[in-house]
């Protein structure tokens, strides 16, 4: 089982969720297209809203939807349903009818689009990209206007800035995750990054708890977030906050939520140590940096972590010193239920969600603002969430919210 854990470790985190990103492309490419449909059939209706029959009524109206059809794309079948006017003029050669640019009538299959998702949302952070992303998504050119498309971002941020307002009063966290992170798009402000909040609900599902921009990570972007979860009704912070130990959010997390854990990611960690070493030694350090964090009890990675010191100490100061920085901060997972040790020991529901997303951002020609990019990327995550694995033994979150004591990972009797 030991091997299991380290191989499984070792391959986070990037391809964790590879097959759960698949699915949310397609869902994303799905929701991007009716979205645009919509929006497409309203501009048409409305560029003859003043077309009258002879009766003085508006000639060209909705009318439903054409039976549902199916797309053939490089992330799977699509199911599409065509919006459908009427026209009430009695002569069939002046009749008109919608068509879809964006989905022709008789396509049934689009290009490969492997490489397009599912920065679907992203890309359409100007007008010109997002024409392209359709005309790939559907095999021919498309070209929609910088109307249609302001009205689809307008919706976007309409929806995240509600969000982000909503009360919490009512929510209480057993863990965070926290991370920043960066993407291949050029905000106003250079070194600006995405903050963002993971939770554990007392369900033991994974939800989206905080996501804004801020800079560097700083400790004053953290703050900023963190004092607006508290005025929002969050009164109680989690029991346990995994992150990297370079993110300013520590220090505001001691001022909001002094009574919180920390827990340092081990994923972060190990790179940080094995970057510090020759590469000729970087696979045998890697194998006991994972005999640290993968012990049963604290006791035997304390065993570990000397052996560790021992070895590279002389040679390698630096790594030595990345390994024991903030040590007890690494160690934290111990006194939480060993049931949950594999989610909390690192951030990897971030990194796993969003480690595709960043490979494949590429550069947008002009400089796009934060809130353009937070709606973006609040619908991917929108669509990620559906996906996120539950926590394992979830119904012993409520122990864990109740104070319950644990030590190696044992319930204490009380």
């Known amino acids: 089982m030991k091997d299991f854990n380290v191989k499984f470790e070792e391959s986070l ?50 009318n439903g939807y054409h039976q549902e059809r199916s797309i053939q794309t490089g992330v799977g079948e699509l199911n599409v349903i065509i919006p459908r006017s009427r026209d009430r003029e009695k002569n069939p050669m002046e009749k008109k009818e919608f068509q879809s640019g964006i989905v022709p009538r008789y396509l049934r299959r689009s290009k490969d689009i492997e490489e397009l998702i599912p920065l679907l949302y992203l890309k359409g952070i100007s007008s010109g990209d997002f024409s392209e992303v359709l005309s790939k998504l559907v095999g021919r050119e498309v070209s929609l206007s910088s109307n249609t498309v302001g009205r689809l971002k307008k919706e976007w941020l309409t929806e995240y800035g509600d969000w982000n307002k909503r009360d919490l009063s009512s929510k209480k966290y057993a863990y ?41 990570e700083s400790e004053l972007g953290w703050k900023e977030i963190l004092l607006s979860l508290n005025e929002r009704g969050l009164e109680e912070g989690p029991k346990l906050a995994i992150g990297d130990g370079a ?4 220090k505001a997390l001691k001022q909001i939520y002094p009574d919180t854990r920390q827990q340092r990611c081990w ?6 140590v094995l970057d510090k070493l020759p590469k000729s030694l970087q696979k045998e350090a890697k194998t ?30 630096k790594a030595v010193e990345c390994l024991l920085k903030t040590k007890e901060e690494t160690m934290a997972f111990f006194d939480f239920p ?4 594999r989610h909390i020991r690192s951030t990897n529901p971030i990194e796993s969600t969003f480690s595709t997303v960043r490979l494949r951002t590429y550069k947008t020609r002009g400089c796009c603002s934060k809130e353009s990019l937070l709606s973006m990327v609040f619908k991917i995550v929108q669509t990620a969430q559906k996906k996120w694995q539950r926590i394992h033994c979830h119904n012993i979150i409520p122990l864990v919210l109740k104070g319950a004591k644990y030590f190696d990972g044992v319930r204490h009797a009380a």
């Not at 060993?338 to 040790?341: G, P, Q, R, S, V």
């Open 176 to 216: 965070w995750w926290v991370d920043g992170v960066y993407f291949n798009v050029r905000l106003e402000e250079e070194k600006s990054c995405v903050l963002i909040i993971m939770g554990a609900t007392e369900e033991g599902h994974k939800e989206l708890v905080a996501i804004e921009t801020g800079f560097r």
């Open 13 to 62: 985190p990037f391809n964790f969720f590879e097959l759960s990103l698949s699915e949310i492309a397609r869902q994303g490419a799905q929701q991007m297209l009716k979205l645009a449909l919509e929006v497409e059939i309203e501009d048409f209706i409305n560029s003859n809203k003043n077309e009258k029959t002879g009766d003085g009524i508006r000639r060209i109206v909705r």
């Open 288 to 317: 006991r940096i994972h005999n640290i964090y993968l012990a049963p009890t604290r006791k035997e990675a304390e065993k570990a972590f000397n052996r560790f010191i021992a070895l590279y100490e002389a040679k390698y100061p």
């Open 247 to 250: 993110l300013g959010f520590w």
């Open 267 to 272: 994923v972060h960690r190990t790179r940080n």
């Open 338 to 341: 060993a049931e949950h040790w």
